[in-house]
């Protein structure tokens, strides 16, 4: 272990013992912090945890649906205002449309709240698979100190300023992931595969701007990477989702039977409040609600997006450039 990282030994409480916190905890622990899982199970109060254990980083592993929960809980705890909190939660709040790290800064406004998104399937990480990850925050000391929490040879981890934008990168792209299950399940090809995580991608970025997010963010893998990954895995909770309706499944048998969280079921529908109250044009989101909302057939949400009115590429493409 490097003087740095032995310097850096910290004492780690990971909230949430699902897939994610169970996986992360893990990782955490690999170069020698202290690492403990807290679950709703857990036979020890939330709050004799976090004051036994001293915690330095709490990183949340928490369901969207329970975050604030959970922060109100964390709220009643003695703890030192140089804790970092770490939000791994990939969703956005109904009604309010706050993201977790949000949820996380209201609750503690002087302290330092990191996010950490990546191309992250959980399962290949438990397999000990190699895996790399971004961690962003205004504050680039506790970036940097999350990030050698959580570096080793088989987790690579980046900075980036760009908080808002890796959390929606990894938040955005969940619903776009249940559109590529719907599409490997009606077998429509490579050809509408990668044409459907392009203008995903387009979609992802038209909303991140709306929400201030930096464009840049979206191509690197927080955006572009978690992307891909989700959108080709069928580990993934949310591909799952939309393979399975194209597969004819309705959604309540998909969620009674489904591993864990798919948190673009939730995502999509605070998307489309989103996209109503600001006006963007969210065509494929548009589309995965109406089936999710049991409104459209997966055919027909195809054929949909298939006959929209024709229309330039990109919507601001410097004319110059055009020949
Ligand atoms: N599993 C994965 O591959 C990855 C998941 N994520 C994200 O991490 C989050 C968690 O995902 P998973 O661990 O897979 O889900 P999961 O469903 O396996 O676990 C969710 C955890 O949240 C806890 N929880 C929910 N509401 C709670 C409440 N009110 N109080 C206390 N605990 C509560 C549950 O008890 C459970 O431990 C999701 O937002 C997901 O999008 C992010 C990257 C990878
Ligand atoms: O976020 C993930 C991979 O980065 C996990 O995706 P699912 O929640 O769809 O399983």
């Known amino acids: 272990m490097t003087n740095s990282k032995i310097q850096n030994l910290k004492s780690v409480v990971i909230l949430g013992g699902g897939a994610w916190g169970t996986a992360l905890a893990k990782l955490a622990a690999i170069n020698g912090n202290q690492v403990h899982l807290w679950s709703r199970s857990d036979s020890q109060p939330l709050e004799k945890v976090l004051e036994d254990k001293n915690a330095q980083v709490i990183l949340s592993a928490i ?4 975050v604030r929960d959970v922060a109100s809980m964390v709220q009643s705890c003695p703890l030192s205002s140089q804790t970092i909190f770490v939000t791994a939660t990939k969703g956005l709040e109904p009604h309010t449309t706050s993201t977790p790290s ?38 680039t000391n506790a970036a940097q100190t999350v990030q050698l929490v959580f570096s080793s040879s088989r987790f690579r981890v980046y900075t980036n300023p760009d908080p808002v934008g890796v959390e929606l990168g990894g938040t955005l792209k969940n619903v776009i992931a249940i559109a590529a299950g719907v599409c490997d399940g009606l077998h429509l090809g490579t050809n509408a595969k990668a044409a459907l995580v392009t203008r995903g991608l387009t979609e992802m970025v038209r909303i991140g701007q709306t929400l201030g997010a930096k464009t840049e963010t979206f191509y690197g893998l927080s955006g572009l990477g978690d992307l891909l990954a989700t959108c080709n895995s069928p580990l993934s909770r949310n591909y799952q989702v939309g393979y399975q309706l194209a597969n004819g499944k309705t959604l309540p048998g998909v969620m009674a039977n489904l591993p864990g969280t798919a948190e673009g079921v939730n995502t999509c529908r605070v998307l489309m409040e989103i996209a109503q109250q600001q006006g963007i ?9 109406q089936l999710l909302e049991g409104e459209v057939t997966p055919r027909l949400a195809l054929d949909k997006l298939m006959l929209r009115d024709i229309k330039p590429e990109f919507d601001n493409f410097p004319t110059e450039q055009i020949w």
């Open 102 to 139: 949000q949820i996380w800064q209201a609750a503690f406004p002087n302290s330092p709240v990191v996010v950490l998104s990546g191309p992250n399937l959980s399962q290949e990480i438990a397999q000990e698979l190699p895996a790399a990850t971004v961690v962003a925050s205004k504050n």
């Open 281 to 289: 044009a969210i065509p494929i989101t548009e589309q995965v609600y």
């Open 63 to 66: 369901s969207m649906k329970g």
